[in-house]
């Protein structure tokens, strides 16, 4: 196979374990999240049992872009040099532009962007291959399982205790099998059917709030003006038609770009279009982008959406930002609803929370302890980026913020802390600091 498309290739996933098999640990869901969970888990010396519905090579819907945060996981599981070693475009520098046309370029300087570690936009369907097959090899090398192609049908429980799963495989005669486990991860997406399980039919709480989750679409185009070369600027655009909500411009490298709009839920219910003629209304007259996309071609096939549950505080809620445990059972990524209110970034929190989750399941620690530390690791930044999101639904505001940060520095330096660094730094979580900042 030719080496620069091995993500085109299968992934050998070896026998499918016998119905009635006992593991360690169940992992549903083989995305960033679960893979990151199975493998730490493997490394740990427990017997994991990955399940992944999709059949390897799959796509992923996404705005492709990795951030800061994951580097060091992608490095600690063992598939950095790989990644870097394939095609994939190398972020220096973040542009926002307003309603009213005004813009700014966030730059990382070369000598720090290493420091920084501003990420990469790379397709999904590349990155999440270099992870699963890397969760296989460590799975299958401590004596655990990895299936693909196979739905979970099934979430067992014991009085409210997670004791395992039935999946169902094969084509048009199903077969079903059960598993059991002391513990299982839920790493599925936003339709988990752990995280239906946990959330909906034993906690009996809302699992879809409307307000708290957003509707993305996204294109791949191929010769985007201003998108050419393999490291540069990722864009995001406060458009007057699409606010509140914004599109981006994420280029993958070698002249193909990631397209795409997104809108929080409840607000897009009251918009009379849908995302996709939003897009194409901005593509095809908007002053700032027709021109840019004059010659460009969309890549036929490529237009599809998704959802993404944010991780923005819930009032009243105890288990922010959403419940994410039940005994026996733990929730990571998008399954724990902990995307990036701001920027709609959520691969960094799946590779977080799924080595959180990893280590309580090692340590055999409760599931509220885990509840407890993700959202004291993740709650402080997700809560400003919920602030920004509500920010960014006026139009005036965008454009007085966007034209304040074009003329000062300081501003600029902090969008880059909460976009682009590794880790939020503490001084974003001050009120004041951000007071003293934007208006000062």
Known sequence: ?????????????????????????????????????????????????????????????????????????????????????????????????????????????????????????????????????????????????????????????????????????????????????????????????VARKIVKELAKEELVDRMHYCGGYREYWDGVKGCEGNSGNIEIHFVDTVVPGYFWLFPLGEGRVNVGIGMVMGLLDKNKKKLKDLQSEVIRSHPLFKERFAEAKLVEGTGKGWQLPFGSPRKGEKNQPRRAYAPGALLVGDSASLVDPFSGEGVGNALVSGEMAARHVIENRGGAAYQDELWAALGPELTNSFKMQKMSRRKWLLNWFVGKASRKPVIQEMMTEMIASKEAQENLHSKWFLVKTLLF
């Open 1 to 193: 196979m030719a080496a620069e498309r091995f993500w085109d290739e299968p992934i050998e996933t070896g026998p499918i374990p016998d119905s009635g098999s006992n593991f360690d640990c169940i992992v549903v869901g083989g995305g960033p999240g679960g893979a990151a969970a199975a493998s730490y888990l493997a490394m740990g010396g427990k017997k994991v049992l990955l399940i992944e519905k999709r059949i390897w090579p799959r796509d992923k819907v996404c705005g492709d872009a990795v951030g800061g945060k994951s580097l060091g996981h992608v490095k600690a599981l063992g598939v950095k040099a790989t990644l870097e070693a394939t095609p994939h475009f190398r972020v220096t520098g973040i542009v926002f532009s307003s309603p009213n046309g005004s813009d700014v370029t966030v730059p990382l300087p070369e000598e720090e962007v290493e420091k920084m570690e501003a990420g990469y936009s790379l397709p999904r369907q590349q990155f999440d291959w270099l992870l699963f097959e890397r969760a296989t090899e460590l799975v299958l090398e401590n004596g655990g399982s990895v299936v693909q192609g196979a739905k979970v049908t099934k979430v067992f429980d014991d009085g409210g205790q997670i004791t395992g799963v039935e999946i169902s495989i094969g084509g048009r005669m199903r077969e079903k099998r059960i598993y059991s486990a002391p513990w299982t991860i839920g790493a599925a997406g936003y339709l988990c059917p």
